[in-house]
């Protein structure tokens, strides 16, 4: 590993893998080297099942712009739906 | 030097070797055919994981006359994609550095007991493998010549050790026991050039052999030809030099 900056976080579920759907457990948020993202370093986020194997994995790698958009937009929409009574 | 009248083969696959703790990992061995004698590298590979690139890194130093050996550090992690395998091993906060160096042992062991060996092992890594080439080189008696391409993480802050990685490698230079080859790019943040500057220091107040070669308009990862930090003209020298210094400290008697 090269920048070693990862957070896991405990979640609950589902993601579309390479098999299908399967029942989301963890996600991995790093800040480091992308697989396939054009960037040196990217925002990494790895939905994932430990207890499936290393196969059980919906990965996404975000530019810092794009992953703050998305935290932004995330909590925009949570906002919404809660003024609109629709969180259960 | 190869000329188009020469007899060429090579034989590569998937061994398993003792790495760490004495535990069969697997790992990718590649070799030239014939009787040798033939000088042999240990290559370690990059946070990406045991990927195409280092099979295809393997298979070249196999046909430049060298048994190379790229064990698999993350087959603790379990097996799927090397990607999968990587973001596991990502997650866990990566591999320790004690672990890693009994897996090189292990190769080194592996590659000094060949029949066709010259008896001369070298070692070569890129990113968090060049980092772990250089602890191996500082660590493990008997490598003769090492390669360290755009290692970070070899200049540590206290803040920034953990249980994994304990001790900033730069700390073990006085350490080193071969010669040492650095390829780095200007533009690089991991290795940052001031970063690199420190480590020249370093070796230079310990008297250590050492070659560096700093490439402008470059970052990090150039060789990676399937990236888009490859860049071409760069990589083609820095192939030139690591091949160079391997033919200077491997196969000729110094």
Redesign the interface.
């Known amino acids: 590993?090269?920048?070693?900056i990862?957070t896991?976080v405990a979640i609950d579920g589902s993601g579309k893998g390479t098999n299908g759907w399967f029942t989301l457990r963890?996600a991995?948020v790093?800040y480091?080297?992308p697989?396939n993202a054009?960037f040196?370093?990217a925002l990494?986020i790895?939905f994932?099942n430990?207890s499936l194997?290393?196969?059980a994995?919906v990965?996404v790698e975000l530019s810092v712009e794009a992953a703050r958009a998305l935290v932004e937009t995330i909590n925009a929409v949570i906002v919404q739906a809660e003024a609109g009574g629709y969180l259960e | 030097m190869y000329e188009t009248s020469m007899y060429e083969g090579m034989l590569a696959e998937t061994i398993s070797m003792p790495g760490f703790q004495g535990d069969l990992i697997n790992a990718y061995f590649a070799r030239p055919l014939g009787p040798g004698p033939f000088p042999a590298v240990v290559l370690i590979h990059h946070?990406?994981g045991w990927d195409e690139w280092y099979r295809e890194a393997t298979r070249k130093f196999a046909h430049h006359g060298y048994a190379a050996l790229s064990p698999n550090l993350y087959f603790r992690?379990?097996?799927?994609?090397p990607?999968?395998?990587?973001?596991?091993?990502?997650?866990a906060?990566?591999v320790s550095d004690e672990q890693v160096l009994g897996d090189l042992a292990g190769a080194l062991a592996f590659l000094h007991a060949l029949p066709a060996g010259n008896g001369k092992v070298g070692v070569f890594g890129t990113?968090?493998g060049g980092r772990h080439a250089f602890l191996a080189a500082c660590r493990i008696p008997g490598f003769a010549a090492a390669i360290d391409c755009w290692g970070?993480?070899v200049v540590m802050a206290p803040e920034?050790l953990?249980p994994r990685?304990p001790v900033a490698p730069i700390d073990f230079t006085s350490d080193l026991a071969c010669p040492l080859l650095g390829i780095f790019g200007e533009e690089d943040?991991?290795p940052p050039p001031a970063h690199v500057d420190r480590l020249e220091a370093e070796l230079k107040l310990h008297g250590k052999r050492y070659e560096f070669y700093m490439y402008p308009k470059a970052?990090?990862?150039f060789f990676y030809h399937d990236?888009?930090?490859y860049r071409q003209e760069q990589a083609v020298d820095g192939w030139k030099k690591v091949f160079a210094f391997l033919e200077t400290h491997l196969r000729t008697a110094v």
């Open positions: 590993m090269c920048t070693m990862v896991q963890e991995n790093s480091d080297h697989f054009p040196e370093h990494n790895d994932v430990e194997g290393p196969g994995r990965a | 946070m990406p992690a379990g097996h799927g994609s990607e999968d395998v990587a973001a596991k091993v990502r997650a906060g990566g990113c968090s970070g993480r920034d953990t990685q943040q991991n970052g990090h990862g990236r888009p930090a």
